[in-house]
């Protein structure tokens, strides 16, 4: 079992930046890839980024490319997604998630595990 804690949201201008944490504990997740969806009022929980075992292996929705970028610590067992210009649709609950093994996907079932989220909001 892998346990998510993501932390970091918050209220921030349009055009501002955000970085959030995903804290997991349980497992070690040198052996996960690790997700970043969102999820706004009314809409369906969409795929935001990915990252595989290493930092070399990343993957961005195009809304959020050369916007966003993720990263993992793994010796402290912690995921970031590092926001910059931020727009207001990017307002969402934001949610970290990871699955077992080395390939990323951008489907939420192919998911294991998933944090309780962190709400994002970008005024505009």
């Known amino acids: 079992q892998v346990q998510l804690v993501e932390s970091g949201g918050g209220l921030v201008q349009a055009g501002g930046s955000l970085r959030l944490s995903c804290a997991a504990s349980?497992?070690?997740?040198?052996?996960?890839?690790m997700g970043w969806f969102r999820q706004a009022p009314g809409k369906e929980r969409e795929f935001v980024a990915a990252?595989?075992?290493?930092?070399?292996?990343?993957y961005y929705a195009d809304s959020v490319k050369g916007r966003f970028t993720i990263s993992r610590d793994n010796a402290a067992s912690t995921v970031y997604l590092q926001m910059n210009s931020l727009n207001p649709e990017d307002t969402a609950v934001y949610y970290c998630?990871?699955?077992?093994?080395?390939?990323?996907?951008?489907?939420?079932?192919?998911?294991?595990?998933w944090g309780q989220g962190t709400q994002v909001t970008v005024s505009s």
């Open positions: 998630a990871a699955r077992n093994g080395r390939l990323v996907f951008t489907q939420t079932s192919k998911y294991e595990y």
């Open positions: 349980g497992r070690t997740i040198s052996t996960y890839a």
């Open positions: 990252i595989g075992w290493s930092d070399d292996s990343t």
